[in-house]
Each structure stands twice: as C-alpha cells, then as structure tokens.
C-alpha cells in the first residue's frame, strides 16, 4: 500500500537494504523487519523494493557483492 494511502499511525517510510547470501540468493529486507524477500536475481529484488519503498531509489541500499557464493 503507498505510504500516503496508510493511516498517519502506520506511516513508516520503508528503506530496504538489498544483499546477496551465502547461497546465491537476493535478499531484500526492510529495515524495520516489516517486508522482506528472497529471489534469484538482483533486479527482482531491486524492482520489489523500489516498489515497495514507492519508488525512490534514496531508500533502497544495495550492499557490494564481497564473499564468495556457495552452490
């Protein structure tokens, strides 16, 4: 639901941090723990937060791709 449509009680502006896991995954996690999801590709999880933070790219945080991935 847009952040504007929401009652002034439960406006929360959503950031999202976006990271890859130990097994290859993307994770996209609000930093409230409200919303969260795992998919295949960094742009899935990309296009989900920028929707879910409607829209603006300030509030999604992609961290640097610095381990290696377990298959």
Do not use: C
């Amino acid at each position: 639901m847009p952040y504007f449509d929401l009652p002034p009680q439960r406006r929360v502006l959503r950031e999202f941090t976006i990271r890859l896991n130990h097994r290859g995954r993307w994770i996209a996690s609000e930093n409230h723990g409200r919303v969260a999801g795992v998919f295949l590709t960094r742009k899935a999880a990309l296009r989900f937060a920028l929707y879910e933070a409607d829209g603006d790219a300030a509030r999604v945080h992609v961290e640097p791709v610095t381990e290696t991935v377990d298959h």
